[in-house]
Protein backbone atom coordinates (compact mmCIF):
# COMPACT_ATOMS: atom_id res chain seq x y z
CA UNK A 1 0.00 0.00 0.00
CA UNK A 2 2.97 2.13 1.00
CA UNK A 3 4.28 1.42 -3.10
CA UNK A 4 1.40 2.48 -4.23
CA UNK A 5 0.80 5.51 -2.21
CA UNK A 6 4.24 6.49 -3.48
CA UNK A 7 3.19 6.22 -7.25
CA UNK A 8 0.09 7.73 -6.91
CA UNK A 9 1.77 10.80 -5.29
CA UNK A 10 4.60 10.59 -8.32
CA UNK A 11 1.84 10.61 -10.59
CA UNK A 12 0.37 13.78 -9.10
CA UNK A 13 2.99 15.66 -9.61
CA UNK A 14 4.10 14.58 -13.18
CA UNK A 15 0.43 15.65 -13.95
CA UNK A 16 1.14 19.16 -12.17
CA UNK A 17 4.80 19.52 -13.94
CA UNK A 18 3.06 18.28 -17.03
CA UNK A 19 0.16 21.06 -17.07
CA UNK A 20 2.47 23.59 -15.85
CA UNK A 21 5.07 23.24 -18.58
CA UNK A 22 1.72 22.97 -21.08
CA UNK A 23 0.53 26.27 -19.74
CA UNK A 24 3.79 28.10 -20.01
CA UNK A 25 4.58 26.63 -23.46
CA UNK A 26 1.24 27.93 -25.03
CA UNK A 27 2.23 31.02 -23.13
CA UNK A 28 5.56 31.56 -25.04
CA UNK A 29 3.62 30.57 -28.52
CA UNK A 30 1.40 33.75 -28.28
CA UNK A 31 4.69 35.70 -27.02
CA UNK A 32 6.48 34.71 -29.96
CA UNK A 33 3.36 35.16 -32.64
CA UNK A 34 3.12 38.49 -31.02
CA UNK A 35 6.29 39.68 -31.81
CA UNK A 36 6.33 38.13 -35.00
CA UNK A 37 3.72 39.73 -36.23
CA UNK A 38 4.21 43.28 -34.72
CA UNK A 39 8.03 42.78 -36.45
CA UNK A 40 5.75 42.51 -40.16
CA UNK A 41 3.29 45.15 -39.06
CA UNK A 42 5.19 47.73 -41.58
CA UNK A 43 5.63 45.27 -43.94
CA UNK A 44 2.58 44.69 -46.87
CA UNK A 45 2.59 41.15 -49.40
CA UNK A 46 1.78 42.52 -53.19
CA UNK A 47 0.92 39.89 -55.60
CA UNK A 48 0.81 39.76 -59.41
CA UNK A 49 4.04 41.55 -60.18
CA UNK A 50 5.63 39.74 -63.16
CA UNK A 51 8.81 37.56 -62.73
CA UNK A 52 12.13 39.61 -64.24
CA UNK A 53 11.28 42.94 -63.35
CA UNK A 54 13.93 43.74 -61.01
CA UNK A 55 16.51 42.31 -63.58
CA UNK A 56 16.29 45.23 -66.13
CA UNK A 57 18.08 47.49 -63.36
CA UNK A 58 15.64 48.23 -61.05
CA UNK A 59 15.91 47.88 -57.29
CA UNK A 60 13.07 46.31 -55.71
CA UNK A 61 12.01 49.72 -53.94
CA UNK A 62 12.53 51.08 -56.70
CA UNK A 63 9.75 48.52 -58.65
CA UNK A 64 7.50 48.96 -55.89
CA UNK A 65 6.98 52.33 -55.45
CA UNK A 66 6.67 52.32 -59.14
CA UNK A 67 3.46 49.87 -58.89
CA UNK A 68 2.20 52.08 -55.98
CA UNK A 69 2.41 55.19 -57.94
CA UNK A 70 0.53 53.71 -60.90
CA UNK A 71 -2.18 52.16 -59.77
CA UNK A 72 -3.03 54.59 -56.52
CA UNK A 73 -3.94 57.99 -55.93
CA UNK A 74 -0.99 59.14 -53.87
CA UNK A 75 -0.11 62.67 -53.67
CA UNK A 76 3.63 61.59 -53.68
CA UNK A 77 5.47 59.07 -54.41
CA UNK A 78 8.28 59.98 -52.81
CA UNK A 79 6.18 60.34 -49.71
CA UNK A 80 6.67 57.02 -48.68
CA UNK A 81 10.04 55.34 -48.13
CA UNK A 82 10.40 51.44 -48.05
CA UNK A 83 12.94 49.88 -46.32
CA UNK A 84 13.66 46.66 -48.69
CA UNK A 85 11.39 44.78 -50.91
CA UNK A 86 11.96 41.25 -52.07
CA UNK A 87 10.68 38.29 -53.44
CA UNK A 88 9.50 35.85 -51.33
CA UNK A 89 12.46 32.65 -51.13
CA UNK A 90 12.24 29.71 -53.56
CA UNK A 91 12.50 29.12 -57.19
CA UNK A 92 11.59 31.16 -60.04
CA UNK A 93 8.53 30.12 -61.07
CA UNK A 94 8.01 29.60 -65.35
CA UNK A 95 5.95 32.08 -67.16
CA UNK A 96 2.44 29.86 -67.17
CA UNK A 97 3.01 30.09 -63.25
CA UNK A 98 2.41 32.54 -60.93
CA UNK A 99 5.21 35.17 -60.35
CA UNK A 100 6.14 34.74 -56.26
CA UNK A 101 4.72 37.75 -54.03
CA UNK A 102 6.80 40.95 -53.31
CA UNK A 103 7.27 41.60 -49.49
CA UNK A 104 8.22 45.09 -49.10
CA UNK A 105 8.90 46.60 -45.24
CA UNK A 106 7.78 50.27 -44.78
CA UNK A 107 9.58 53.17 -42.86
CA UNK A 108 6.24 53.86 -41.57
CA UNK A 109 3.63 52.00 -40.29
CA UNK A 110 1.05 54.99 -41.40
CA UNK A 111 2.33 54.58 -44.63
CA UNK A 112 1.36 50.66 -44.72
CA UNK A 113 -2.33 51.63 -43.46
CA UNK A 114 -2.58 54.68 -46.14
CA UNK A 115 -1.65 51.55 -49.08
CA UNK A 116 -3.95 49.18 -47.63
CA UNK A 117 -6.89 51.77 -47.17
CA UNK A 118 -6.31 53.90 -50.36
CA UNK A 119 -6.02 49.59 -52.61
CA UNK A 120 -9.66 49.11 -51.00
CA UNK A 121 -11.44 52.25 -51.62
CA UNK A 122 -10.08 52.10 -55.63
CA UNK A 123 -11.16 48.34 -56.06
CA UNK A 124 -9.53 46.28 -58.58
CA UNK A 125 -5.97 47.24 -59.31
CA UNK A 126 -4.09 46.56 -62.31
CA UNK A 127 -0.33 47.45 -63.42
CA UNK A 128 0.56 46.53 -66.68
CA UNK A 129 -2.32 44.84 -67.60
CA UNK A 130 -2.31 42.31 -64.70
CA UNK A 131 -4.26 42.40 -61.36
CA UNK A 132 -2.53 43.02 -58.51
CA UNK A 133 -3.41 42.66 -54.94
CA UNK A 134 -2.05 44.00 -51.82
CA UNK A 135 -2.00 42.67 -48.61
CA UNK A 136 -0.61 42.86 -44.99
CA UNK A 137 1.85 40.27 -44.43
CA UNK A 138 1.50 38.59 -41.04
CA UNK A 139 1.58 34.83 -39.86
CA UNK A 140 -0.89 32.62 -41.18
CA UNK A 141 -1.55 31.31 -37.56
CA UNK A 142 -3.03 35.41 -37.64
CA UNK A 143 -4.46 34.94 -41.14
CA UNK A 144 -6.47 31.85 -40.05
CA UNK A 145 -7.57 33.92 -36.85
CA UNK A 146 -8.57 36.40 -38.28
CA UNK A 147 -10.44 34.57 -41.08
CA UNK A 148 -12.83 33.34 -38.70
CA UNK A 149 -14.44 36.79 -38.65
CA UNK A 150 -15.64 36.42 -42.03
CA UNK A 151 -19.19 35.25 -41.19
CA UNK A 152 -19.18 37.98 -38.52
CA UNK A 153 -18.28 40.79 -41.85
CA UNK A 154 -21.05 39.47 -44.05
CA UNK A 155 -23.30 39.52 -41.61
CA UNK A 156 -22.24 43.33 -40.78
CA UNK A 157 -22.20 43.97 -44.13
CA UNK A 158 -25.91 42.61 -44.67
CA UNK A 159 -26.94 45.04 -42.01
CA UNK A 160 -25.28 47.63 -43.06
CA UNK A 161 -22.73 48.19 -40.16
CA UNK A 162 -19.79 49.98 -39.85
CA UNK A 163 -17.33 47.65 -39.09
CA UNK A 164 -13.32 47.16 -38.92
CA UNK A 165 -11.12 44.02 -38.25
CA UNK A 166 -8.25 45.63 -36.48
CA UNK A 167 -5.06 44.35 -35.33
CA UNK A 168 -4.39 41.15 -34.35
CA UNK A 169 -7.83 39.78 -34.56
CA UNK A 170 -10.53 42.30 -32.80
CA UNK A 171 -13.95 43.01 -34.91
CA UNK A 172 -14.76 46.24 -34.03
CA UNK A 173 -18.72 46.94 -34.93
CA UNK A 174 -20.83 50.43 -34.60
CA UNK A 175 -24.31 49.29 -33.16
CA UNK A 176 -26.88 52.07 -32.60
CA UNK A 177 -23.86 54.78 -32.13
CA UNK A 178 -21.67 52.59 -29.98
CA UNK A 179 -19.38 50.79 -30.66
CA UNK A 180 -18.66 47.48 -29.57
CA UNK A 181 -15.62 45.12 -29.49
CA UNK A 182 -15.49 41.14 -30.49
CA UNK A 183 -12.21 38.93 -30.03
CA UNK A 184 -14.52 35.85 -30.11
CA UNK A 185 -16.17 35.17 -33.76
CA UNK A 186 -18.57 33.19 -32.00
CA UNK A 187 -19.81 35.76 -29.98
CA UNK A 188 -19.74 38.38 -32.64
CA UNK A 189 -22.19 36.17 -34.69
CA UNK A 190 -24.31 35.77 -31.79
CA UNK A 191 -25.15 39.16 -31.01
CA UNK A 192 -24.95 40.26 -34.61
CA UNK A 193 -28.23 37.62 -35.25
CA UNK A 194 -30.25 39.66 -32.69
CA UNK A 195 -30.00 42.96 -34.31
CA UNK A 196 -32.96 43.62 -36.48
CA UNK A 197 -32.57 43.71 -40.19
CA UNK A 198 -33.38 46.95 -41.92
CA UNK A 199 -34.67 45.78 -45.01
CA UNK A 200 -37.13 44.02 -43.07
CA UNK A 201 -40.18 45.57 -44.48
CA UNK A 202 -43.52 45.98 -41.52
CA UNK A 203 -45.68 43.75 -42.94
CA UNK A 204 -44.24 40.73 -42.55
CA UNK A 205 -40.05 39.20 -43.00
CA UNK A 206 -38.75 39.06 -46.28
CA UNK A 207 -35.64 37.85 -47.33
CA UNK A 208 -32.43 39.13 -46.81
CA UNK A 209 -30.29 40.99 -49.22
CA UNK A 210 -27.28 38.95 -50.05
CA UNK A 211 -24.67 41.85 -50.66
CA UNK A 212 -25.13 45.37 -49.07
CA UNK A 213 -22.74 48.37 -50.51
CA UNK A 214 -19.73 47.46 -47.82
CA UNK A 215 -19.56 50.49 -45.31
CA UNK A 216 -16.71 48.96 -43.45
CA UNK A 217 -13.06 48.86 -43.21
CA UNK A 218 -10.63 45.66 -42.69
CA UNK A 219 -7.19 45.43 -42.71
CA UNK A 220 -6.02 43.31 -45.03
CA UNK A 221 -7.78 42.88 -47.89
CA UNK A 222 -7.34 44.88 -50.81
CA UNK A 223 -7.63 44.86 -54.05
CA UNK A 224 -9.01 47.60 -57.04
CA UNK A 225 -9.52 48.41 -60.63
CA UNK A 226 -6.75 51.33 -60.94
CA UNK A 227 -5.92 52.75 -63.99
CA UNK A 228 -3.28 50.96 -65.92
CA UNK A 229 -0.18 52.72 -66.51
CA UNK A 230 2.67 53.12 -69.03
CA UNK A 231 5.33 51.51 -68.53
CA UNK A 232 7.95 53.40 -65.84
Known amino acids: DGMKEDHEARISILEENLAHQTRLTGEMWDKIQDLENRSRRNNIRVLGIPEGI ?130 DPEEAIQELNRLPDPMREEEGPQPRRETHRHRGSEEGCCAGAGRSAPPP
Open 54 to 183: EGNGISGPALLLTVLWDCLPLESAGAIEVECAHRTLGPRPPPDQRPRPIIACLLRFQDQERILRLAREVGELHWRGRRVMIFPNMSRELAAQRKLFTPARHCCMELGLRYALQYPATLRVTIDGKQRRFE
